[in-house]
């Protein structure tokens, strides 16, 4: 059974489409010709401005269906209508000038200050082979900004906290002045004030820039505290999608993930749901 409620099914009638994707399929080539098939008919749109936290289990296809958004893989059945056109219409530099990824794991590179990484963001717009032009310096300097990284314009990458290295990630993808930002596990290896604080500057960002933002997430807390839209992943298809009080409930829970779960109030009223099986320590 698919979940589609109408909020989801409304959600962009009154915004731009940014991404639109309908029975998407994609697989890996294996020897002997063989493929793994990871994505079955997966259905995904978002318009600007939105927030869209995609969940499922590991393996479930969230890394490949960012990759076919931002165009490094192709379908091999469906379709992806990027910004009004096909997505096979697009070169890899036209979609780099739109589109920015933050991976589960990107280095940053030692001897560079935060200041230069980020103005590399601004490669794919560049026309000048003499260095930065003055809209180059302005972009970076309203990314640094609004990524709360203009502290560290100037100290070196080798120097960073994982909290830095994450805002200064965030703050290169923005130099890009994308209209679609995909976050693969933005929140992984940090703790949980960073966390928070990170989901915050995007959730800003999305708001006062009006980028659409997919972003895998594994704490479903998180994803409900912090996007207004989910989309659930499972077996190659989007099978829930919508605000996450319609989509996070216990029987979904259970089916996709395979846990236990009931639904508790605090006292302000707010909805957790809490795993209800235990961990029995082995008898002395």
């Known amino acids: 059974m698919t979940l589609l409620t109408s909020a989801a099914e409304g959600a962009a009638q009154d915004r731009?489409?940014?991404?639109v994707a309908s029975g998407m399929a994609f697989g890996y080539p294996l020897p002997g010709g063989r493929r793994r098939e990871v994505l079955r008919g997966a259905d995904?749109?978002?318009?600007a401005g939105e927030l869209v936290a995609l969940i499922g289990t590991n393996g479930s296809g969230k890394t490949t269906l960012l990759?076919?958004?931002?165009?490094?893989?192709?379908?091999?059945?469906?379709?992806?209508?990027?910004?009004?056109r096909g997505a096979r219409s697009w070169s890899r530099m036209e979609l780099a000038r739109r589109v920015?990824?933050?991976?589960?794991?990107?280095?940053?590179?030692?001897?560079?200050?935060?200041?230069?990484?980020?103005?590399?963001?601004?490669?794919?717009?560049?026309r000048s082979l003499f260095g930065a032009t003055h809209e180059d310096e302005e972009a970076v300097e309203r990314a640094l900004r609004d990524a709360d990284a203009a502290d560290l314009a100037t100290r070196y990458a080798e120097e960073l906290s994982g909290g830095e290295r994450q805002r200064v990630l965030v703050a290169m993808a923005l130099a890009q002045e994308?209209?679609?930002?995909?976050?693969?596990?933005p929140t992984l290896h940090l703790d949980l004030a960073h966390q928070l604080n990170l989901l915050e500057t995007?959730?800003?960002?999305?708001?006062?820039?009006?980028?659409?933002?997919?972003?895998?997430?594994?704490?479903?807390t998180l994803a409900a505290a912090a996007a207004p839209r989910i989309?659930?992943?499972?077996?190659?298809r989007v099978v829930a999608d919508g605000p996450p009080g319609d989509i996070l409930n216990p029987d979904l829970v259970q089916r996709v993930f395979g846990v236990p779960v009931v639904r508790l109030y605090d006292g302000t009223g707010h909805e957790h749901l809490v795993m209800t099986f235990s961990i029995d320590e082995p008898a002395s």
């Open 16 to 19: 731009t489409q940014v991404a």
């Open 44 to 47: 995904l749109s978002i318009a």
């Open 67 to 84: 990759r076919l958004f931002a165009g490094t893989l192709r379908l091999d059945a469906g379709e992806l209508v990027l910004f009004g």
């Open 100 to 126: 920015a990824v933050l991976p589960q794991s990107l280095e940053l590179p030692s001897g560079f200050r935060v200041g230069e990484l980020v103005t590399m963001g601004r490669l794919p717009h560049s």
């Open 178 to 185: 994308p209209q679609l930002l995909l976050l693969d596990e």
């Open 202 to 220: 995007i959730s800003r960002l999305r708001r006062e820039r009006g980028i659409a933002v997919i972003a895998v997430l594994h704490d479903l």
């Open 231 to 236: 989309a659930v992943l499972h077996e190659g």
